[in-house]
């Protein structure tokens, strides 16, 4: 059954994409008939990065439904920030659902302005071992446009040679929201990679994800054609019809 933590399997599914040599590239594409199947679920992951879901159920409870209304809609309204914000969200969830990440907090949800976009990479996951300690970093950028620029997807590059040669800039933030939580073992860890980013013991990954309303044959050739390429990068792009559309019933 399709719920809000596992809708990625129902919607999204490999496609053939064009081979790189210089990373890999994990196309996909929507499955037959599956938009309206997902939408609730990712409509509720939307909300989610953005509100949290505790935090309506407590003004809920106390009889403020009206409030809880209103505080819902507190969503991004520039379209910029919407395409931004879902490509985002898309690209978290695809990393959680399908390769086991975990989010240490949903960034979004500390944004200065709804209709601001969020300083920093968009994406920092986290895989743990058994004993809760960080193996693998994911730092990640997401890109939604509906038409293809290979601007846009330069720029994603650049961001992560960037964020590789010292540190990811949004790590410090996490760090801060973690000790807010009391959530010490956690930030301990964060900032030992702050500062000491390469430790032997966790591995880093480097992702773009792209989504795109039209369709590029070759749309990670700037990146192929690079004098430099970011280590260990993994590209994913996500054709979506009817973008602006999309978007709208989303948000």
């Given at each position: 059954?399709?719920?809000?933590?596992?809708?990625?399997?129902?919607?999204?599914?490999?496609?053939?994409g064009?081979?790189?040599?210089?990373?890999?590239?994990?196309?996909?594409?929507?499955?037959?008939?599956?938009?309206?199947?997902?939408?609730?679920?990712?409509?509720?992951?939307?909300?989610?990065?953005?509100?949290?879901?505790?935090?309506?159920?407590?003004i809920?409870?106390?009889?403020?439904?009206?409030?809880?209304e209103?505080?819902?809609?507190?969503?991004?309204?520039?379209?910029?920030?919407?395409?931004g914000?879902?490509?985002e969200?898309?690209?978290?969830?695809?990393?959680?659902?399908r390769?086991?990440?975990?989010?240490?907090?949903?960034?979004?949800?500390?944004?200065?302005?709804?209709?601001m976009?969020?300083r920093?990479?968009?994406?920092?996951a986290?895989?743990?071992?058994?004993?809760?300690?960080?193996?693998?970093?994911?730092?990640?950028?997401?890109?939604?446009i509906?038409?293809?620029?290979?601007?846009?997807?330069t720029?994603?590059?650049s961001?992560?040679?960037?964020?590789c040669?010292?540190?990811?800039?949004?790590?410090?933030?996490?760090?801060?929201?973690?000790?807010d939580?009391q959530?010490?073992?956690?930030?301990?860890?964060?900032?030992?990679?702050?500062?000491?980013?390469?430790?032997?013991?966790?591995?880093?990954?480097?992702w773009?994800?792209?989504?795109?309303?039209?369709?590029?044959?070759d749309?990670?050739?700037?990146?192929?054609?690079?004098?430099?390429?970011?280590?260990?990068?993994?590209?994913?792009?996500?054709?979506?019809?009817?973008?602006?559309?999309?978007?709208?019933?989303i948000?």
């Open positions: 059954m399709v719920t809000r933590n596992n809708f990625d399997s129902y919607w999204l599914e490999p496609n053939n064009k081979i790189y040599s210089k990373f890999e590239c994990h196309s996909v594409k929507e499955k037959n008939n599956s938009r309206n199947k997902i939408l609730p679920h990712l409509k509720h992951a939307i909300l989610d990065h953005h509100i949290h879901l505790k935090r309506i159920d407590l809920k409870k106390l009889g403020f439904v009206n409030s809880a209103y505080i819902c809609n507190l969503l991004p309204t520039n379209d910029r920030t919407r395409k914000n879902l490509g969200v898309i690209a978290c969830e695809h990393l959680c659902q390769y086991g990440f975990s989010l240490p907090i949903f960034k979004l949800r500390y944004m200065d302005n709804p209709d976009p969020m920093g990479e968009d994406i920092i986290l895989e743990f071992n058994g004993q809760g300690n960080i193996q693998k970093i994911c730092i990640g950028e997401a890109k939604t509906s038409t293809y620029r290979s601007s846009t997807v720029s994603a590059h961001r992560l040679l960037t964020a040669i010292d540190y990811p800039r949004s790590l410090p933030l996490i760090s801060s929201i973690l000790c939580m959530e010490y073992h956690l930030a301990s860890q964060i900032e030992s990679l702050i500062a000491n980013p390469f430790q032997d013991t966790i591995t880093r990954e480097n773009i994800f792209l989504i795109t309303d039209n369709n590029p044959k749309a990670f050739k700037p990146v192929e054609d690079s004098n430099e390429v970011v280590d260990e990068l993994k590209v994913v792009h996500l054709r979506l019809k009817n973008l602006a559309d999309f978007i709208n019933k948000f």
